[in-house]
């Protein structure tokens, strides 16, 4: 029932197409592809949370699902690999490589070569050794702004 509840009317879907417009240029194809996986992520967290599987305290509000699917569809390669944990943050606890590349993403500033050449130091070979997917500044940019993904793992979802 939450499924076909969760549809094309529902205000969640409707914020998220609403951001989605932008980041693929109206495209409806490229719409409906995240849409879908929304969808999916939105009643898996439903259908884990209603099971008793996982807390609510833990659980990624709805608008990180979203981010999740926006990384998964523009970046499908870093999901995997960004769920190692084999980085350790500032304080020295292993974190994610996802966790700690949102950390020092936020750390960059501006969108110029020198931003790009810091970040390359952090994700390319001297670094993660990511290759050059993880080098674009546009994944750098998502990384440092919105809801962070990195300290939400364990839930089941991602």
């Known amino acids: 029932m939450y499924a076909e509840a969760f549809g094309e009317r529902d205000a969640g879907i409707f914020d998220f197409v609403k951001h989605l417009a932008e980041l693929v240029d109206g495209n409806p194809r490229q719409i409906k592809r995240y849409v879908n996986l929304f969808r999916f992520y939105g009643t898996l967290r439903h259908s884990l949370l209603v099971d008793g599987y996982v807390v609510n305290e833990i659980m990624p509000p709805i608008?990180?699902?979203?981010r999740f699917?926006?990384?998964?569809?523009?970046?499908?390669?870093?999901?995997?690999?960004?769920?190692?944990?084999d980085c350790?943050?500032?304080?020295?606890?292993?974190?994610?490589?996802l966790e700690f590349?949102?950390?020092e993403s936020a750390k960059i500033s501006g969108d110029d070569a020198a931003a790009?050449?810091?970040?390359?130091k952090i994700v390319g070979g001297d670094g993660l050794g990511l290759?050059?997917?993880?080098e674009a500044r546009?994944?750098?940019?998502?990384?440092?702004?919105?809801?962070?993904?990195?300290?939400?793992i364990g839930h089941g979802l991602w």
């Open 63 to 66: 608008r990180a699902v979203a």
């Open 69 to 85: 699917v926006e990384l998964s569809v523009m970046w499908p390669h870093a999901v995997d690999c960004l769920r190692v944990r």
């Open 88 to 97: 350790a943050s500032a304080d020295g606890r292993p974190v994610s490589r």
């Open 101 to 103: 590349l949102e950390v």
């Open 116 to 120: 790009d050449k810091a970040w390359k």
């Open 131 to 134: 290759g050059a997917w993880a």
């Open 138 to 152: 546009a994944f750098r940019t998502f990384l440092s702004k919105g809801e962070p993904l990195g300290k939400r």
